[in-house]
T-cell receptor, first 112, second 115 residues
Framework: GNSVTQMEGPVTLSEEAFLTINCTYT??????LFWYVQYPGEGLQLLLK?????DKGSNKGFEATYRKETTSFHLEKGSVQVSDSAVYFC???????????FGTGTRLTVIP | ETGVTQSPTHLIKTRGQQVTLRCSSQ?????VSWYQQALGQGPQFIFQ???????GRGNFPPRFSGLQFPNYSSELNVNALELDDSALYLC??????????????FGPGTRLTVL
């Protein structure tokens, strides 16, 4: 079956620190992989995605590379800001299916 | 372009009652998916509606049911509420269903509390 395992939080970093949030997946086919972000009081927003192996998704300084050999899609950012404080969800979407499988989320707090 | 909207924002019900949650899809989208997000967990897929027909369902009992209307807005109905139904219910709309993955756009959610 399909599942996503995500690094547990919460994660607290100082501004300008380097961020890594680990995500690994199990899938029966060839999934697309996503990172969603949920800011306080808001809905989920797509942060970035990758649709095939070795693809790199990037947005707003965040990056993640689809690694089929390690079944991973780790989220990274070189220098976090206070405004990046949010909950981050790794998700998997199976081609031909119609739903997303989410990890449990990682809460990031960035302090000045 | 209007985004996905949901109503109500918050709702409190008692065990055994029934509830209806509403979702208006983003302009031009014909597919609506519903997710349940328990506290501290990731969203779990309940079902999807495509052109007014159910188009896939997750591991939820039949007391979770839905509708999609000709304008592509949608309702989620939950009968015989249980305490474990307390959660944030998210609606997501997209253009098309199945096949190549179609990006889903999420609403802010409805927070349901069952006492």
């Amino acid at each position: 079956g399909n599942s996503v395992t995500q690094m547990e939080g919460p994660v607290t970093l100082s501004e300008e620190a380097f961020l890594t949030i680990n995500c690994t997946y199990t899938a029966t086919g060839y999934p697309s992989l996503f990172w969603y972000v949920q800011y306080p009081g808001e809905g989920l927003q797509l942060l970035l995605k990758a649709t095939k192996a070795d693809d790199k998704g990037s947005n707003k300084g965040f990056e993640a590379t689809y690694r089929k050999e390690t079944t991973s899609f780790h989220l990274e950012k070189g220098s976090v800001q206070v405004s990046d404080s949010a909950v981050y969800f790794c998700a998997l979407g199976e081609t031909g299916a119609n739903n997303l499988f989410f990890g449990t989320g990682t809460r990031l707090t960035v302090i000045p | 372009e209007t985004g996905v909207t949901q109503s109500p924002t918050h709702l409190i019900k008692t065990r055994g009652q029934q509830v209806t949650l509403r979702c208006s899809s983003q302009s031009g989208h014909n597919t609506v998916s519903w997710y349940q997000q328990a506290l501290g967990q990731g969203p779990q897929f309940i079902f999807q509606y495509y052109r007014e027909e159910e188009n896939g369902r997750g591991n939820f009992p039949p007391r979770f049911s839905g509708l999609q209307f000709p304008n592509y807005s949608s309702e989620l109905n939950v009968n015989a509420l249980e305490l474990d139904d307390s959660a944030l219910y998210l609606c997501a709309s997209s253009l098309g269903a199945g096949g190549t993955y179609n990006e889903q756009f999420f609403g802010p959610g409805t927070r349901l509390t069952v006492l």
